[in-house]
Each structure stands twice: as structure tokens, then as C-alpha cells.
Nanobody, 124 residues
């Protein structure tokens, strides 16, 4: 089970940190992704952190969030974070945490386990 938290209402240019806590499995043995879905739009990938490999981990970001969002994992807490800075109006969406058994993943079909989502609203 995956449980997201940390969403809320934030002003334009502000910051939020989302958390994804896993129960029943160890997060560092999965690729973990953050997706978001805005009203009337399809769910889209935001960031993914791979399972640990020989060279460490691989991290990927959507072009729209590069340089503003940072994904990280705390293995001791079994938690993945998404630090979001310089938030824009178009970042308003429900954010979902998801897990894939493959080493890395990006397409929505790669992921099997999903959290319930947390709402992020950016206001002007």
C-alpha cells in the first residue's frame, strides 16, 4: 500500500514537499514514480526514481518540472519524497505515488500499485 501526503494550497512560486509512505513492501526494491492528473487532462508522469542498481539510482523528470522538482528516497523511513519549488499554476493537480517492479519505469502501464493521491493547488 502506498499513501501520499503533503498536498495543499500554495501561492504561485511557493514550495511543497509530498511524501509517499509504503507499507507491506520495501520501496528501494521498486522503481517509484510520481504522476499527476489535472482536471480534464490525462494522468502524466512527473518523476521517477529507479530501483538501486550498480551505479546507484537513475532519476528522471518531465521537462515541465526539471530544475524545480526533486525526487528522493529515504530507505530508513521507507518513504519517497517529491520536493516541489517555484510552483506554477499549471502544477495544480492530484499527485499520485506509484510503484513498478522493474528497475526503472516511466509509462503509466509500467506501474502496478497506486496511492489514493494528494491534491496540490497553486493559487495566484
Amino acid at each position: 500500500q502506498l499513501v501520499e501526503s503533503g498536498g495543499g494550497l500554495v501561492q504561485l512560486g511557493g514550495s511543497l514537499t509530498l511524501s509517499c509512505v509504503a507499507s507491506g513492501f520495501t520501496l528501494d526494491t521498486y522503481a517509484i514514480g510520481w504522476f499527476r492528473q489535472a482536471p480534464g487532462k490525462e494522468r502524466e508522469a512527473v518523476s521517477c526514481i529507479s530501483r538501486k542498481n550498480r551505479s546507484g539510482v537513475d532519476i528522471k523528470y518531465a521537462d515541465s518540472v526539471k530544475g524545480r522538482f526533486t525526487i528522493s528516497r529515504d530507505n530508513a523511513e521507507n518513504t519517497v519524497y517529491l520536493q516541489m519549488n517555484s510552483l506554477q499554476l499549471e502544477d495544480t493537480a492530484v499527485y499520485y505515488c506509484t510503484a513498478a517492479r522493474s528497475e526503472t519505469a516511466w509509462a503509466i502501464s509500467d506501474f502496478a500499485s497506486w496511492g489514493q493521491g494528494t491534491q496540490v493547488t497553486v493559487s495566484s
